[in-house]
């Protein structure tokens, strides 16, 4: 068969809008149903959620039969882990916590084959290659990879546009939550000081020719941060829409019980 197309890539070099979910519940099972939801991107976190890549593996077997692309967030840079992810099948990468742009290059080579990177080759072992299925694979792969970077620190604000101009730097997405940590907001990402930064940033990415991302709940601010540029945005995530669901069932149960003088 031919190479899979990578449509997340496609539709982020058109800038056309996408709008995805952080899914950290670590399971297949609700990676299913969060398939079925209409969002265009479902973000597997592997950096604050107790993922690997036999759970990430299970929960790209099953979101694979619907119409949504799967992007896998690495722990850190390491290139053995990245190298494994890919070969499972992940074909887009959010890399957390890139400061500077030797950071970004040494990512671009861990997402490359030889001689563009150093991505070690067996595509009889790799899921990504349908283990061997796919033709030519390893002459194909580097294109259908898409690298984001995550800025999300004072120094990787300092360091956006020699970041940007890494080649094989895709896109970059901004964490409002670590950014604000490293700004002195500590759980602060709305402070004013914040956002302006945010706006800045994506204006900035946006300027290099290249995809800007963010994550953001506040619908508002989300409409803002398209209009400075971001075309592609993260409006949630699985844990708090299972929690905040539960906790508001619980407590309007409660509160009619409590309205209809019930005793418990
Ligand atoms: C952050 O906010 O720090 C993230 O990594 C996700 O948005
Ligand atoms: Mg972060």
Redesign the pocket.
């Known amino acids: 068969m031919d190479m899979p197309k990578n449509s997340f890539k496609q539709r982020l070099r058109q800038r056309q809008m996408q709008v995805g979910l952080f899914v950290g519940l670590a399971n297949a099972y609700s990676m299913e149903i969060l398939a079925t939801a209409g969002f265009d991107w479902l973000l597997v976190d592997g950096?604050h959620a107790p993922n690997n890549p036999a759970s990430v593996l299970a929960q790209l077997q099953a979101a694979a039969p619907y119409p949504v692309q799967l992007l896998v967030r690495p722990v850190n840079h390491d290139a053995a882990l990245i190298k494994q992810y890919l070969d499972i099948g992940a074909q887009t990468l959010l890399v957390?916590?890139v400061d500077n742009a030797a950071q970004a290059q040494d990512l671009v080579r861990a997402v490359r084959y030889p001689p563009q990177g150093i991505r070690g080759v067996a595509t009889s072992l790799a899921r990504a290659a349908h283990w061997g299925g796919v033709k030519d694979y390893a002459m194909h792969a580097n294109d259908e990879i898409c690298l984001i970077v995550?800025i999300?620190s004072r120094q990787g604000l300092a360091n956006l546009d020699a970041i940007m101009a890494v080649d094989g730097v895709d896109a970059a997405f901004i964490?409002p939550?670590?950014l604000a940590a490293s700004m002195g907001y500590l759980g602060q990402s709305g402070q004013p000081e914040v956002t302006a930064a945010i706006e800045d940033a994506l204006r900035r990415i946006a300027a290099t020719g290249k995809a800007a991302g963010v994550f953001v709940t506040e619908p508002s601010l989300a409409k803002h941060y398209r209009e400075c540029g971001a075309s592609f945005i993260a409006v949630g995530g699985d844990t708090s829409l299972l929690r905040n669901a539960a906790v508001n069932l619980a407590s309007s149960f409660r509160d009619s019980e409590a309205e209809s003088g019930a005793v418990s």
Do not use: K, Y
Request: net charge negative; charged share 40%.
């Open positions: 950096e957390p916590m995550q999300e964490g939550a670590d």
